[in-house]
């Protein structure tokens, strides 16, 4: 498994072991993107997806004799290998002073939850070290994920994932809010867009986190075409298209039709000059929401 916990600098850390029982609740709605940031992630040129033609609906159906939480077990251990990977070639970016708040798209906030239930506003990097060493002490807890023949799952097992998934989307959602340029250019855009499609597929097989959480990426689920509306849509497209060609018009582009631009990697480098909340003129904490709409528990 790989390394879970970045390494801890500009005085981050866990104070006072509050990484034993955390929690991670949200601020804000999913309105648009924070500060007048584009979502580049929307854009054409960086909608693929290593695997493009799977069907992840069907690799994450149970397989028929298997026990659920082994399998449960082996896609949230999968997805936190894949997403603390993607975070760590990126996590040199995400500092204190850069990521002040943890922040996901739009006006989401993310706050922390500490074993008593006490909620506090943390920085990125913080908040995600907070995330990571949670989970790797989850995994490698025998009592929480048995190796061992013989052993059993808790009953608790499920919500325990629960918590996991729901931890490890906030830590998508900032990449894509925060970090996506960097991705982008390091590209590995189509490795974040096909973990962000794991995920969605997993936890909408057997409903592990709730909407109100996953909404603030519904556009990109929709983009990257992960669900059966996002496909219905497609399909009527294409047949519009069709239908446009055979009467002789002259059509446009589905992407003018819809205003999307085709802007390639290089014009997402110039796009982002100045937009990057690493300048600290991008996360304004006072124009985000205060209301608490996330539970303490998962």
């Known amino acids: 498994m790989g390394k879970a916990r970045r390494k801890e600098r500009d005085g981050d850390g866990c104070p006072g072991g509050g990484c034993s029982g955390p929690g991670g609740g949200a601020t804000g709605g999913a309105g648009g993107a924070g500060g007048g940031d584009p979502k580049l992630y929307l854009?054409?040129?960086?909608?693929?997806?290593?695997?493009?033609?799977?069907?992840?609906?069907?690799?994450v159906d149970l397989p028929a004799g298997l026990d659920y939480n082994e399998w449960l077990a082996s896609h949230t251990m999968a997805l936190f290998e894949h997403v603390n990977l993607v975070y760590g070639t990126v996590s040199e970016f995400c500092t204190m002073s850069g990521c002040p708040d943890m922040i996901g798209p739009g006006t989401r906030t993310y706050l922390w939850f500490d074993e008593k239930g006490k909620k506090t506003r943390v920085p990125a990097p913080q908040y995600i070290d907070f995330v990571m060493t949670f989970i790797q002490r989850s995994v490698a807890d025998e009592a929480v994920f048995p190796t061992k023949y013989g052993r059993d799952f808790p009953t608790s097992f499920e919500v325990i994932c629960?918590?996991?998934?729901?931890?490890?989307?906030?830590?998508?959602?900032?990449?894509?809010?925060?970090?996506?340029?960097?991705?982008?250019?390091?590209?590995?855009?189509?490795?974040?867009?096909?973990?962000?499609?794991?995920?969605?597929?997993?936890?909408?097989?057997f409903s592990l986190i709730e909407a109100k959480e996953t909404e603030v990426l519904r556009?990109?689920?929709?983009?990257?075409?992960?669900?059966?509306?996002?496909?219905?849509?497609?399909?009527?497209?294409?047949?519009?298209?069709?239908?446009?060609?055979?009467?002789?018009?002259?059509?446009?582009?589905?992407?003018?039709?819809?205003?999307?631009?085709?802007?390639?990697?290089?014009?997402?480098?110039?796009?982002?000059?100045?937009?990057?909340?690493?300048?600290?003129?991008?996360?304004?904490?006072?124009?985000?929401?205060?209301?608490?709409?996330?539970?303490?528990?998962?």
């Open 43 to 59: 854009e054409e040129a960086v909608l693929e997806r290593k695997l493009p033609d799977a069907d992840l609906r069907l690799l």
């Open 162 to 205: 629960r918590k996991i998934l729901r931890l490890l989307f906030h830590v998508v959602a900032h990449l894509y809010a925060a970090h996506f340029r960097e991705v982008a250019l390091l590209g590995l855009h189509a490795h974040l867009n096909l973990t962000f499609a794991h995920l969605t597929a997993l936890h909408r097989r």
């Open 219 to 298: 556009d990109l689920e929709l983009a990257l075409r992960l669900s059966e509306d996002s496909n219905s849509t497609q399909n009527n497209t294409n047949a519009a298209t069709n239908d446009t060609t055979a009467t002789g018009d002259n059509p446009t582009s589905s992407n003018q039709k819809s205003g999307t631009s085709t802007t390639s990697l290089a014009c997402i480098n110039a796009t982002w000059d100045g937009h990057h909340p690493a300048s600290g003129d991008e996360v304004v904490t006072n124009e985000r929401t205060n209301s608490d709409d996330c539970p303490t528990s998962a």
